[in-house]
């Protein structure tokens, strides 16, 4: 039997060499669009704050999930909405 | 059974930010790609409020609210040209968030429960070093990417701030974070002391996120937002390490790959490595003034329209000050012009143009320049040699003949876009004052270019102006 830390690692690199593999093949004229909705991406941390703010209270531990929250969601927010106003535009037909 | 359930939920959120990511491989998948994404992340905070099941919500749900409505408000009011500032705030939210779930768990297992076990007694050793991984990720990322953002949005000055014996301080730094960090998991067993190591630890990695970015210069911001973009997925991984979250890990790891694959490319862009990015503190030396150029030779916005009426193939060469003058559009209508008089017209775009990677691209979408007009440099140096005419609009450094030519000079070796090859080069800029790296620029002493001194949206507009005038005579 392998223990959880060994599992979490072995899932980590595998998603390292998956991100390598499509992040490679992504055009130049893409890269700030991926790179917003990367950061998007990065704010599942919020699982993390939802899961710690669970014990509701007023306590310094709740307090600090519900910045952690309140972070976590301007990033998830914002990445996502502002990643598909850009892609909007590479798409949109000329003006004339 | 119930928890099964849960874990293939996760699971699927997983393989769609996988699906999502891949949709952005191309321009015609890539905003599906990104809803995909978006929906994996509703999938997993979904998954994991009915996981928790009947709790106290008021935290969560006020959260919620304010950070949804601050990012949305955020997001639909963003300017195209600040996109790699707020690029930079978003990601040390991330990196903050995850730094500060850590101090919550921290709080909730240890200090608050006033336990006189070590932190690796309560949570588990290898939990233990995670999480102060993300608290001390979280943190550099944090205050790192507000040091970006306050350079990048002109709140800080651009140019590098260096502190003597900063490599030493540096140094200490670390040493004391990593001491800190292992009296934190291993040894404080009373809830003031591991308190204090908190402080000690979030202290320390802020300074250092700091101390980081501050020495960066304006023309390496590119590579310091990838690398922080990076940091942000690695903290969030860590996170995923603690609450042994498997959702968190991979999403986590897909954004430290992304990150670093940006960084990286960043860096041969600039033929520089991520070391010397990092220490270096270039474009530190004084900035050359005006009396070093000869021959240099001025010419006006008709004259510059008499040579574009008759070129046939035109390039145009953006730069972060096409941006800043906001003369996308004005770019955009000379391009148009041009071509109703048959020219053809592209656009070269260097890798790092602009202030993030491919920051150019997005600049240009705005102004509705169809993306299959971008030519990238490996693609676009080529044709030069048969181009007419070439117009720089805000770029400098990037088509420099310096690096290929002056093995002395600080870039080179990076790759250009070598418009010197042209027939003519058309250089609008605002005076002879160098660009970003602080050197001379000897393509303008060249023969074959014509400065064209002002405001790059100004001069595009009255060279447009004269055009317009030139085919209505003839």
Known sequence: ?96 | MKSDVFSLLYLVSAVLFIVGLKGLTRVRTARRGNALAALAMLIAVATTLLELGSIDYRWIVAGLAVGSTIGAIAAVRVQMTAMPEMVALFNGFGGGASALVAASVLWLELIESNTTATVAATLGGSAAVTVFLSFLIGCVTFSGSVVAFLKLSGRLRGRPIMLPGRHYVNAVLVLGVAVAGWALAFFTTDSDATRLACLVVAAVSLIVGILMVIPIGGADMPVVISLLNSLSGLAASATGFVLGSNVLIISGALVGASGLILTQIMCVAMNRSLGNVLFSGFGETAAGDDSEYQNVSSYSAEEAAMVLESAESVVIVPGYGLAVAQAQHAARELADLLESHGAKVTYAIHPVAGRMPGHMNVLLADADVPYEKLIEMDAANPEMRTTDAVIVVGANDVVNPAAETDPDSPIHGMPILRVFEAQTVLMIKRSLSPGFAGIKNELFERDNTMMVFGDGKKILQAILAELKELSAAA
């Open chain 1, 1 to 96: 039997m392998i223990g959880p830390l060994l599992i979490g690692l072995y899932v980590f690199v595998l998603a390292i060499f998956v991100g390598f593999e499509i992040i490679t093949k992504i055009p130049p004229t893409l890269h700030t669009p991926l790179m917003s909705g990367a950061n998007a991406i990065s704010g599942i941390t919020l699982v993390g704050a939802v899961f710690a703010a669970r014990m509701g209270g007023l306590n310094a531990s709740a307090v600090l999930a519900f910045v952690a929250i309140v972070f976590a969601t301007i990033n998830v927010v914002g990445g996502f909405l502002v990643t598909d106003r850009m892609l909007g535009m590479f798409g949109r037909k000329r003006k004339s």
